[in-house]
């Protein structure tokens, strides 16, 4: 309605009319908004962004689940509209390397709930006539996948918006600025007048989003980048067939590249040429773009080894004399710094959503979601989205020259094979602490978390693998996959921390300071453990969200009366600060504040740590004086610092906290006291993967997730305090009722059951019974391999899962698939029971 007169307020402001702003109003007028206003600066239903111009097909094949599950559910909603044309997909592979992967996707897809198969060459060439089967060495085939028609889908959602009585819809209608005072926004200014915004605003914008936030004064991070497409027609062969799509999408893996049928042409899109970085101001207007703004004139030279690269798997289609380039542009995508989607409210700005950097075929799923967040709060999503949220990047990953840095290199992952630990190179370091040239001077092998630099081993170390031969023998990795961002030398850390003592060089927490004189009773109702506690304790604890889902997973102090800490970790920093930051009381009664970048965090574990505090402190740091899970201020050297005794790891000892330009200090206090009883450095391999799991200690993210409760997680040992707290009917519920699943700890029986090498899983792969059966629970979840670590004290390898309740009992056997091998496994507990120190005496001596 372009021409229509614009409101002069509205309850809910969208800008953007492409897949992710038309889903969005459907969702949001569905969930019982009824004043909703969407803005497009162009016309309807093809307003020129990236949703004109895709390919529009769907691989409903992801390594995490809430990826899959957001894209099924989308692949629902096209298929309800009408506009899903199911075709199947096949990813080929050219080398043995890339096989491997397929079978590593094949492992996914069924921990996940997609269909899918490893075909043979011929195989391959029954379902595609055309493919040049002689360059393949096979491929994975999904019959879920397809294409869509997005353009009708949002005509579709839009309608029935409109339907409702929910939606205005302005096109031709650019926003110029947005006003923000008191940091909530007011309005929106555009080109044919202003609107009051009187609940909520939301970029959904595509490429131009970070202009947007920019307007607002806040940022989104996303960088526009060309990805190459061409339209090669009209095919004689295709002529024949009917309708737009006859064949599956073939993903040519090692070329990164697609080729799909699109009616009488052939679509050959390609990631395979350098990152082609537009500035989001340089973008061109509607009335200066030769196609749209979002179809960038066409980088002949990038193409060439993609053109050659087509011309192998489909000489006979694409040698077609009669068959020319319709179509070619350097199609704009957004990339974030870590390829997910940018979704959620801003931190910085009021009434501010960011919903961008979706792909088409995500899509509806999360603007269902993000409906749900909007009107009735994260607890009434079905998907887990931290790992989506906006947020997670506050602080440290939105300058402008990180997001394109780190996005350049995120484009040219996209169909590499990435390895669950893989690294990002660019823009490192980022975060750094002052002891961080200790480190390298100690051959530290860095890895990144929520920005920091944390050594993930020392190679200084590797004589320790020696020294410890004895105990690590059968846990040597001989697969390369396996060993990928892994030393043994993690293995031989972890047992001299459990013989002698390591120094973990551990920043990279994420640190509210929570003030005020209603402090205690905010906190209270926030979590499941009791804050009504001593001042100096510790209370361990997670948060929920109203349905009862994990939320957060902090450590809590207790500072004063009248001011606590929560500690938590630094990749959910921006997250967990969003989640208590919104919950605080409008009265003033509470402040926060985030120390996270002021203190530096040095733990100190192993059975000589007390003797090597004692050299650096003349403080009593006696069980007595300083009994377990209690925290205090200490005297390290010349440092005045904090300390808590607690140990993610389950060994006596400190995290010691101290400013951060004192952190060299309280480094090289410690690392030379601790010389004469043999103290080493010790990396995150050991503190949140050797020594966490055989502690059985749950990680957010992975065994703590919305989709399962305290009681599965066995995590109810707080018991149902009196006062309320955010998620409490649905866990005193949980508490009450018979799980569905329940946490396991199994071991891994035979590592090489059809000989060859012994194969070490890594995490995600799915759970079998010994029939062959996937384990699936009553609520329908299943069963998957949440963490997977060797256990060197213990000379296994643990895996953690969620196993259905009447099969979840100690001895049972199970069977896990990796890379196309299944692996017999045993339940050693169940619960939260610790393998190693099942007592927990040695945190306590
Ligand atoms: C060549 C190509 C192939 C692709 N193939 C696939 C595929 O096969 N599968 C898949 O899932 N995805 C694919 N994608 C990705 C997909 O197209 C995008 O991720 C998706 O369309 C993004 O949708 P959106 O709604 O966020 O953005 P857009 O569709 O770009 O919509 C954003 C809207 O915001 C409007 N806007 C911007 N600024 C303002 C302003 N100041 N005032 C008012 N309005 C404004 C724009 O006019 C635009 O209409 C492909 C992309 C490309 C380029």
């Excluded at 006539?129 to 360059?135: K, R, T």
């Amino acid at each position: 309605m372009s021409g229509a007169e614009l409101p002069r307020s509205a309850e809910t402001v969208i800008i953007g009319a492409g897949i992710v702003g038309n889903s969005l109003v459907y969702h949001l007028a569905d969930q019982g908004k009824d004043d909703i206003l969407q803005i497009d600066k162009g016309p309807l239903p093809d307003p020129g962004g990236s949703t004109g111009h895709a390919s529009n097909f769907i691989m409903p094949i992801e390594h995490t689940s809430e990826m899959t599950e957001l894209t099924w559910d989308s692949i629902d909603q096209f298929d309800e509209v009408g506009v899903f044309n199911n075709s199947g997909g096949l990813e080929v592979a050219r080398t043995e390397t890339r096989m491997a992967e397929l079978r590593r996707r094949v492992q996914s897809a069924t921990a996940f709930g997609t269909q899918a198969q490893i075909l043979g060459p011929d195989e391959v060439k029954e379902k595609v006539p055309h493919i040049n089967e002689s360059i393949i060495e096979g491929a994975m085939y999904t019959p879920d996948a397809g294409s869509c028609d997005p353009l009708r889908f949002g005509e579709v959602m839009r309608e029935r918006a409109r339907d409702m009585n929910a939606l205005t819809v302005s096109a031709n209608t650019e926003v110029l600025d947005i006003v923000v005072e008191d940091g909530a926004v007011q309005a929106v200014e555009t080109d044919r007048g202003t609107v009051a915004v009187t609940g909520e605003l939301v970029i959904a914008a595509g490429v131009w989003s970070p202009k947007l936030a920019r307007m607002a004064g806040s940022k989104i991070p996303l960088y526009p980048v060309g990805h190459q497409l061409i339209s090669v027609g009209p095919i004689e062969k295709f002529e024949e067939q009917e309708g737009e799509i006859n064949y599956p999408i073939v993903r040519d893996m090692d070329v990164r590249m697609y080729e799909r049928q699109n009616g009488n042409d052939l679509e050959i899109g390609s990631y395979e040429h350098r990152p082609l970085l537009y500035d989001v101001d340089e973008i061109p207007a509607l009335e200066e773009a030769p196609l749209s703004p979002t179809q960038m004139p066409f980088t002949e030279d990038a193409f060439e080894d993609s053109m050659e690269h087509a011309l192998e798997i489909m000489p006979e289609i694409l040698d077609d004399p009669e068959a020319g380039i319709r179509h070619s542009i350097d199609g704009l995508i957004s990339i974030t710094p870590d390829g997910n989607p940018v979704v959620g409210p801003v931190n910085d700005v009021d009434k501010l959503w960011s919903v961008a950097a979706i792909w088409i075929r995500l899509a509806p799923g999360i603007a269902r979601q993000v409906a749900r967040w909007m009107t009735d709060g994260w607890g009434a999503m079905d998907t887990d989205m931290h790992g989506l949220n906006v947020a997670r990047f506050d602080g440290w990953g939105r300058t402008k020259q990180f997001v394109r840095e780190r996005g350049a290199e995120e484009f040219s992952r996209h169909y590499g094979i990435i390895h669950p630990s893989e690294q990002f190179e660019a823009g490192r370091p980022n975060r750094t602490t002052g002891f961080y040239d200790r480190q390298q001077e100690l051959e530290a092998s860095f890895q990144e978390s929520g920005g920091w630099e944390r050594p993930r081993w020392y190679e200084s170390n590797a004589d320790l693998v020696d020294r410890y031969a004895d105990d690590l023998e059968g846990l040597h990795r001989p697969n390369d996959w396996d060993a990928t961002w892994w030393s043994e030398t993690i293995l031989g850390e972890h047992l001299h921390l459990r013989d002698k003592v390591g120094l973990i060089g551990d920043t990279g927490f994420a640190i509210f300071d929570v003030v005020g004189e209603d402090v205690s009773d905010y906190l209270e109702g926030m979590v499941i453990g009791r804050m009504d506690v001593d001042p100096g304790s510790i209370v361990y604890t997670p948060a929920l969200d109203s349905g009862g889902g994990f939320r957060a997973d902090l450590t809590i102090i207790r500072l004063a009366e009248d001011r606590y800490r929560i500690v938590t970790g630094g990749s959910t920093g921006g997250d967990v600060w969003q989640w208590f930051s919104r919950h605080i009381p409008p009265s003033g009664s509470v402040r926060m504040v985030d120390r996270s970048s002021a203190l530096a965090t040095i733990g100190l574990w192993g059975p000589n740590a007390r003797s090597v505090l004692r050299e650096v402190t003349t403080q009593d740091v006696s069980n007595d004086a300083f009994p377990a899970f209690t925290a205090q201020d200490i005297e390290v050297g010349q440092v005045e610092a904090w300390a808590m005794r607690l140990s993610y790891v389950g060994e006596l000892g400190w995290e010691i906290y101290a400013p951060m330009e004192r952190s060299r200090r309280l480094w090289d206090s410690l690392y030379e006291a601790g010389q004469e009883y043999d103290l080493r450095p010790v990396g995150t391999g050991v503190y949140g993967g050797t020594g966490r799991i055989e502690k059985n200690y749950r990680l957010y993210g992975h065994e703590l997730r919305r989709e399962y409760n305290p009681a599965e997680a066995d995590l109810t040992f707080h018991g149902v305090k009196d006062a309320d707290f955010l998620g409490k009917a649905a866990y005193a519920a949980a508490l009450e009722g018979e799980p569905a699943a329940t946490l396991c700890t199994m071991s891994v029986d035979d590592h090489a059951p059809n000989g060859g090498e012994r194969r070490f899983m890594l995490g995600g792969e799915p759970i079998f019974s010994t029939d062959g059966e996937m384990l699936i629970d009553d609520e329908g979840r299943r069963s998957y391999v949440t963490s997977a670590n060797t256990a060197p004290s213990l000379g296994k390898h643990l895996l953690m899962g969620y196993i259905p309740t009447t099969l979840a009992e100690a001895g049972n056997q199970f069977e896990v698939l990796y890379f196309g091998d299944r692996y017999p496994v045993t339940v050693e507990v169940v619960g939260n029971q610790p393998l190693f120190d099942p007592d927990n005496e040695r945190i306590r001596r």
